[in-house]
């Protein structure tokens, strides 16, 4: 009798365990959100590894905040950095954020604050004018050279500063950065479709927006130079008190496109704006730079410059070993460039680099 008992109490527990197992693995269950599906990023925007010069502040390039659920990041990121711009050394950024479910990842950037080149002021310097002058030189429409050219020239060439090519039949072309709203690509690719090589005058902040650009300029021929880092007057800081600050320009935009093209940039530069002292054209060639200035330019920033314009501009304008000064902000430059270049041509001019002028 005990043992029917048993039986019943061993398969009424088993049966009540199989019903608790089914009601276990039958009951719907809402999926919850937790370290597995909802997960935050960061995406740092630029490089990770960025160089400035000493004194020379640094600009944040920025972040993207995504979180796999949909979740609001930008009141939970914290930003953490022991950065001295004073200092030469390597700094660290760190980048936390977490999400409602405590889940969080983190990015690094670093930051080199490199010391500026070791020129220092000299006392012969003060004995240089500092006077800011304003480049212009009348580039009339007859074909030949510029009559001022001929004294002026030769007052620029002890400071390695030139205007104007020999007198032979060779053009130079160069393009001032302008702003990042240009046609700068297309007019590389109309160059290289002609075989024409020419040169390039940066700001720092354009190097880093457009890296991919850079690396081609280097891998198709073309020649880059200084514009200095924010288009200061440089004048103002060729003192004895400024000279860091002259340093940490020049040097800013060599890092930055060795930075970004992995090779050093042509040591060749322009003055912003065309406006120079005798004292910075001395200081820059110490650093081992050659100014380059123009002998043909027109106001081609304007909105309303056409094709037909900016072609008959750069045609009439032309002389032997003229060096244009052409901005990339004109559509009707780039839409002209092609027919110039080829009309150039005809006439029995070729093309070379500023660089290359003896």
Known sequence: MLKGKYSKLVIFIAVLLVVILLFFFLKPRHKEKNDRTCYPQIILKGNKIVSVSVGEDYQELGY???DSCGENLENRLEIQSD?????????????????QYGNFVEEKRYVTVK??????????????????????????????????AGSVRENLLQYNAYLIGNDEKKLYLTFDEGSNDTYLEQIVDVLNANDVKATFFFCRRYILDHPDLMKKLVETGH??????????????????????????????????FEQVTGTSMDRIYREPKGEYSYRSLQIMKDLGYKT??????????????????????LTSRVHNGAIYLIHPKNKGNYEAMD??????????YTFDLVKNIQ
């Open 292 to 313: 380059y200035f123009w002998s043909v330019a027109y106001l081609d920033y304007a909105d309303d410059v056409s094709k037909e314009k900016a072609l008959q501009e």
């Open 115 to 148: 010391a500026v080149s070791q020129l220092s002021y000299q006392d012969a310097y003060d004995n240089i004018d500092n006077k800011v002058h304003g480049w212009g030189i009348p580039n009339k429409k007859d074909g030949a050279r510029p009559v001022e």
């Open 223 to 256: 020649s880059v130079g200084n514009h200095t880092a924010n288009h200061y007057q440089m004048s103002k800081y060729a003192t004895r008190e400024g000279i860091s600050k002259y340093l940490s320009e020049i040097t800013a935009v060599e890092e930055a």
């Open 64 to 66: 993207e905040l995504k």
């Open 83 to 99: 950065l001295k711009s004073d200092q030469p050394g390597t700094y660290e950024i760190l980048y936390k954020v977490s999400n």
């Open 339 to 348: 027919d110039f270049i080829k009309t150039m041509k005809q006439q029995g």
